[in-house]
Structure formats: C-alpha cells, structure tokens
C-alpha cells in the first residue's frame, strides 16, 4: 500500500555539523509533505512544509528538499545543535499519516 | 501563542475499564485529529474529525474507539473496554484546513496506561 517512511532510523551528528534526513514516499499523488520534530516525552512540533510544485524550501537554520522524479524529501538542518536532538517525522498531509521517523542525536 | 490541550496527562485504568480522554483544540480550527504512539513506536493516526463528524479513520479505530465534540471547545476520544495493547501516548491535533496545504498543532499527549 501507499506508505511514508524513512531510510536511517538514527543519525548521531557533532554540534555544529549540518545533518541531512531523508524520507521516501510512494504515493505519486501526494502534493504537500509536513517534517515534524518530536522531543522526548511530547507531541510532534511542526518544523516546515513543502508543496509538490516546489523542489526546495528554506526556514530558519532547516531546509526541506523535494525530488518528485524519486518520491523523496530531505530535511536539512544547518549547525545542528544539541536541542535539535528529536525524532524527526515526515509526514503526508493527505491523510496525515507518518513514517517511522529518525532519532537525531547531537553530541557536544 | 495558540496551543492545543489535553487532560489528563496520564490515566491508569483497568482493563475492560472505559476511558475518556480530553482535547481543547485551537479556538478557530476547524479539524481535529487523534493519535496514537505505542512506546518506542511511530505516531498512527486514528481519525479525523470535522463538521461533527468523522471524516477518515484508519483500521486500528474499530468499534472500541469513539469521538465527539460535545461542546464548542472541547474534542473527545472514548475508548470502551480498554485492552492492554491500548497503553500509549495518545495525541490531540487541530488544523485551520483539513487534508492538505496546512499543518496540524499537537498537544502534549495523554499517556494511557491499563492495568
């Protein structure tokens, strides 16, 4: 069936160095994809969103890119601190259902 | 800033037991959701909910499983009979628009544990 799901399920990174998540889709007909962060013990926290008739997406220290040709998104997090330790979820806001997720861990 | 919130933070009930949980959305969204994260697992979606009524479901909210919005503030999930495989964090959403082109604001979670 159609899924959201993620390649790594962890990514250790030093504080400072830029990480890169990825998430792959399988539903051609999704147009608008959501990255949630989620901290210990919390909900899932909106981060960015993207949609289908755009390739790249730019906020604050995160990226988002889109490659529609491979059904796959990345989230990219520039100078990666240790409070952006998290699980990362992406999600596709059609039915709003999400992939497995990959835990960030940041070390000092 | 706006936030959604969910009572109680954490019931312990007994199996077979019925348990209500509790969800303030934001004031002017029009789409609720529930989830739910087994410990260690991936967040599931269970329904959504507009316009006094359910909108989609997945396969795990069965017959157990209810919602209402029995007010204009508040959003309910009701589980009947709770089973141990119940326990889990169970999470509030609410959303301006449904479906696509918006994000959804979470609360905090309720985390259900049955004995």
């Known amino acids: 069936g159609e899924s959201v799901g993620l390649h790594l399920p962890t990514l250790s990174v030093q504080e400072g160095d830029n990480s890169i998540i990825n998430c792959a889709y399988s539903?051609?007909?999704?147009?608008?994809f959501i990255w949630y962060k989620q901290e210990s013990g919390k909900g899932p926290q909106f981060i960015i969103d993207i949609r289908s008739n755009m390739d790249k997406r730019q906020g604050q220290r995160v990226t988002v890119l889109l490659n529609k040709t491979v059904k796959h998104l990345s989230l990219q997090i520039a100078a990666t601190q240790p409070g952006d330790s998290a699980v990362y979820f992406c999600a596709e806001n059609r039915d709003m259902r999400f992939g497995a997720g990959t835990r960030l861990t940041v070390k000092p | 800033e706006p936030e959604v919130t969910q009572t109680p933070s954490h019931q312990v009930t007994q199996m077979g037991q019925e348990v209500i949980l509790r969800c303030v959305p934001i004031s002017n969204h029009l789409y609720f959701y529930w989830y739910r994260q087994i410990l260690g697992q991936k967040v599931e979606f269970l329904v959504s909910f507009y316009n006094n009524e359910i909108s989609e479901k997945s396969e795990i909210f069965d017959d157990q499983f209810s919602v209402e919005r029995p007010d204009g503030s508040n959003f309910t999930l009701k589980i009947r009979s709770t089973k141990l495989e119940d326990s889990a964090m169970y999470f509030c959403?609410?959303?301006?628009?449904?479906?696509?082109?918006?994000?959804?604001?979470f609360g905090q979670g309720t985390r259900l544990t049955v004995v």
């Open positions: 539903n051609s007909a999704s147009d608008y």
């Open positions: 959403a609410s959303s301006e628009e449904g479906r696509v082109g918006t994000e959804a604001f």
